[in-house]
């Protein structure tokens, strides 16, 4: 009797990259339906959008290429990127600004690199990075939170906003805008004031900003399912919030008049989403265990220098694109040490 | 009892073990069959050489093949009949390429051969060389799958040795040849254990078997505390995969590590698994060679597993038939367990030495190779690497063929356990690219020492023919001098032979200097 022949091992796998990806998704839900809650209809808008563009960049692409299309869709790496990116954006940003960013990550920074698996940087990094230093006006157009809005836009409204960029009658875009916590600390700074004034706007919210407290407690909730199911490593968020929460602690308790507390770092702005969701990208991050703790160390440190002296409110894009480039080194000098290789008789 | 603390290797998985579906029944012998195949190659060294012709009559246990240097094994016929032929034929290989084989027609009065060794009573009347003697005599490999003779692990210095683990561990699914062997010859691994004891005098012999064969572990236990062997103790271990490895197990067992690139030996450590010292026990005790062995028939492509004692060189088919034949819709047949063993593309092969189970699969349980992604370094593979490896690394450099790289991250201390495969979630074969990358760099290592060889042969001949020209022109040069003193000496005597010579170059160069001034006179009368 004749038998198929394979190489070993013979048992199916048990792990999906398809699979991981949709955990990924998951893990961001609770953090969309924060999101939604305090920045309206523009962020639910703009996923769907991302995602339709992004698998047609994706698709369009492959088909160029002449790569076979539905096994890559299928492994949902683009709707992960197409939602990371859009988290990072401001609720109501137009399409085309959409457009052209997920353009940037899906196209230039994945698919011209090779797809997934040989990009060097995070597609939805370079996708926004694109956008912030391209379009800063429309990217510093943040809604202001539900809760403490004198407006609120319904669902045909955020949409037309988002097509035509049109507001509704008797509405000007300050109405409906606001500073981002960080942002606001920022400038206050600039403009001489200190962090307890600066806070004491009704912005700030119980802990670190209206709304933005509760998005980054939402993504820490989803990063933390993320470990338990052993989908992401624990030392690149650790180190990520370990260095900037020291970091911060540190210039804080020396003087909490011109630096923003440990909270107001973590919770304030893009640490948790970064920490969890985007630092802990494998394909662009360190790949060694000790290596992700430098990686993730080096997020940490370089958020931190940004936001404080930098040119930037938040930073978490700039210091993972940076910390992407030091990746391959890092690895080099990270292996872990091998069975028996210093063992002596 | 003394509660051992024990060592943890890196990573590992936990697999379904799929050992109940063959440990339901005793082990079965199989009678002889008709025909028997025996590969002179079932062994790691050289190829064992025939010692009987086509034609020769053989009893069982008789040797058919000798032990080929100081590397190999010897086979003996595995009943009485006739030698039909030693020719080229299939055996369960990787490679798939066919080898030599003696051929055996059995008599069916399975008797045994004249002048084998007898029994012995008492081993410790035997010396050490005489006991590894009977061993290499009997034909004895490492049973577990390994196949490395065993004589050849026992030829060393007995001081050195401080741990004899003898592997009960079994960890890979579906396999139970062990388990049932412990469980039903329990005293005969012992008296194995003790002749080994008697060998390499080691401070402690520990017998790993993990946790889930507790009727192995039982009767282990009663054997030992029957034989009242010192310093030997059972030692119960969490299932792991691959906990059966031998650098694994030895880790567990003693917390030690065996070096990179080095042997268990170089720690003082000799590992033999309960086959091979069942078989050790046969061949010392009762004076029979190695002719038969446990092996696990199973899988859910077979419709009875069991485990059955068979007659080396047995066909896999026969066997499978004793097992109930196959499920309809079986696909893979393998020799060994599912994360290691190898597929075989028919079951026209013999059993042989190193084949512990045949497992006959349908797609169920399958792999599809088709469907793998690119590898997206999430590092699950790496959490799983029991040697602690960067797979995902390896994956790359292997692929670039930057083999530098692959080696400087110890590619070769890879034990190809499939544990990366198993968990990769872009379904990357990888230990297929550490095989092959395994087998280049052997290769250029081959090609690079022939180079080597090459150019000391080129620098010698080239140093040579230095020489012999700088040896040659010393010679020339002292025949010139010679010459160059005869001369002086004949001038200063008065001798002047050359003259006339002298006087005739000395005229034609005044010929020509006459002709060459009355051209340029004519030339300028001309202008």
Known sequence: ?345 | MSMKRLGRFHGGLHLDDHKAESTGEPIRTLPPGNRFVLPLHQHIGHDAEPVVQPGDRVGKGQLIAAPHGELSAAIHAPTSGVVTAIEDRPVPHPSGLPARCIVIDADGEDRWAEGLPAPVADYRRLDKPALVARIRDAGIVGLGGAAFPTDAKLRIDKNSIETLVVNGAECEPWISCDDMLMREQADEIVSGIAVLQHLLGPRETLIGIEDNKPAAIDAMRRALAAARLDDTEVVVIPTLYPSGGEKQLIKILTDKEVPSGGLPLHIGIICQSVGTVHAVHKAVIEGEPLIERVVTITGDGVRQPRNFRVRLGTLISEAVEAAGGYAPDVVELLMGGPMMGVALPSDELPLIKASNCVLASTPANLRRHHDAHPCIRCGECMKVCPAQLLPQQLFWYSRAKDYDKAEAHHLFDCIECGCCDYVCPSHIPLVQFYRHAKGEIRQLRREKEKADRARIRHQLREERLAREKAEREARLAAKKAALEKKKAARAAAGDNEDDPKKAAIAAALERARARKAELAKQKNEAS
Do not use: C
């Open chain 1, 1 to 345: 009797m004749k038998f198929q022949v394979d190489s070993s091992p013979h048992l199916a796998p048990v792990n999906d990259v398809g699979h991981v990806m949709r955990q990924v998704l998951l893990a961001l839900l609770p953090g969309i339906a924060v999101a939604t809650w305090y920045f309206g209809w523009g962020v639910l808008i703009n996923l769907w959008l991302a995602t339709l563009l992004a698998v047609a960049f994706e698709a369009g692409v492959l088909a160029l290429r002449r790569r076979p299309i539905r096994p890559v869709i299928g492994d949902w790496s683009a709707v992960v990127t197409a939602w990371l990116l859009v988290l990072a954006l401001p609720p109501l940003a137009p399409w085309w600004l959409l457009t052209i960013g997920v353009f940037f990550a899906i196209v230039v920074a994945k698919q011209l690199y090779g797809g997934l698996g040989y990009n060097p940087f995070n597609p939805a990094m370079i996708g926004y990075v694109v956008l912030l230093i391209s379009f800063p006006a429309a990217m510093t157009n943040w809604v202001a939170p539900t809760t403490i809005a004198d407006v609120h836009l319904g669902l045909l409204d955020s949409l037309r906003v988002t097509f035509t960029g049109a507001l509704p009658a008797g509405i000007g875009w300050d109405a409906i805008t606001t500073a981002t916590p960080l942002d606001a600390v920022r400038s206050g700074l600039r403009q001489g004031e200190t962090i307890s004034e600066i806070q004491n706007s009704i912005a700030f919210g119980l802990l670190a900003g209206e709304g933005w407290e509760w998005m980054a407690l939402a993504f820490a909730a989803g990063g933390l399912w993320m470990l338990r199911r052993g989908i992401i490593d624990w030392r690149t968020p650790t180190a990520v919030l370990g260095t900037l929460a020291a970091l911060s602690a540190v210039f804080w308790l020396v003087d909490a008049e011109h630096y923003a507390s440990p909270i107001q770092h973590l919770l304030g702005g893009g640490a948790m989403l970064g920490a969890f969701f985007i630092a802990t990208d494998p394909v662009s991050g360190s790949t060694t265990p000790t290596g992700r703790l430098i990686f993730g160390a080096g997020v940490g440190l370089l958020t931190f220098v940004i936001r404080s002296w930098g040119g930037y409110p938040d930073a978490i894009a700039f210091a993972v694109l940076l910390m992407n480039m030091a990746a391959p080194t890092i690895d080099a000098y990270t292996r872990p040490r091998v069975y028996g290789e210093d063992s002596r008789p």
